[in-house]
């Protein structure tokens, strides 16, 4: 590929996440963010499943079937491989125009080379996951991209999605709606809050509620473990500083909002969360959305 072609690839479909400086985090051990399956992710999973079995059955040299045949297409989703030294195998995407080359120094614009850390975590670990930014055909912007590989032999196999975000408007209306039912039956409201299957868990939004007084978790949609416990117990001083903030400016407002970094059950990666609250009888009810770093 000549240098100019590489190059343009690289600005109109790549770009870093921008590093965020401190921020909100869960406390270790078993106070863990659940990680949400979603749709799109488990569709990627079954075609990379079909694409490794395809390869195990008919050797490597059958990667150049990921660039054309249907079976290795499902809507936007498609496969992709590369060897372990780097060298780019075949892709029924927009980087196929990567066939042939050696994708060790193909980094975004502010330097993150993913293909280095795709490649460094199958030959430790045999699969995982990569997060970068890569351009949306849907929209046609460069969104966050999340890629699931695995290695078999030599080779890599893997197949990208786009995690689906909510937005402020939706993190605002489900605010909204859980006001009413706490207003309404604060018992039935936070069951209906802590029920992973429920309506007020959808992808990465989700509701939490923090007694006031107290300072306990009533309800969190994706870290049952948080339920019952203290924020000092279970958010490090970073963490704490951030929902004391919320609850110190509930004491003059019964509204804000505020913006810190979480894990986002969908990627699992920790990004900043802007989120709205609201004191309904002495509670504290939150709701985010992510932006990506």
Avoid at 156 to 182: D, S
């Amino acid at each position: 590929m000549n240098t100019k072609l590489k190059n343009s690839l690289l600005a109109a479909s790549l770009v870093i996440s921008s590093s965020v400086s401190a921020g909100m985090t869960a406390a270790d051990g078993d106070m863990t963010v659940t990680h949400i399956e979603t749709k799109e992710e488990v569709k990627a999973k079954v075609l990379l499943a079909k694409a490794i079995e395809h390869i195990q059955k008919n050797g490597s040299e059958a990667v150049t079937d990921f660039n054309q045949k249907q079976e290795f297409f499902d809507g936007s989703l498609y496969v992709f491989a590369l060897d372990i030294d780097g060298r780019f195998l075949a892709s029924g995407g927009s980087s196929s125009v990567l066939v042939g080359e050696t994708v060790l120094d193909t980094f975004d614009m502010y330097g993150k080379y993913f293909f280095r850390e795709m490649i460094q975590k199958a030959v430790k670990d045999g699969s995982g996951a990569v997060e970068y930014h890569w351009k949306n055909p849907t929209d046609r912007s460069a969104s966050p991209k999340r890629t699931l590989f695995q290695r078999v032999g030599d080779t890599i196999i893997a197949v990208g999605y786009y995690p689906v975000r909510a937005n402020a408007f939706q993190a605002k209306e489900l605010l909204g709606l859980a006001t009413v039912e706490m207003n309404e039956n604060k018992k039935s409201a936070l069951y209906k809050f802590n029920n992973l299957d429920g309506q007020y868990v959808n992808g990465d939004l989700y509701l939490f509620v923090i007694d006031a007084k107290t300072k306990l978790f009533l309800a969190h949609g994706v870290s049952r473990g948080f339920i019952g416990q203290s924020i000092d117990t279970v958010l490090d001083d970073i963490g704490k500083e951030a929902t004391n903030k919320m609850l110190e400016m509930v004491k003059h407002k019964d509204s804000g909002e505020i913006s810190y970094v979480w894990t986002n059950p969908i990627t699992n990666e920790k990004e900043v969360k802007h989120t709205f609250f609201k004191l309904v009888d002495g509670n504290l009810l939150g709701v985010g959305f992510y932006t990506p770093n």
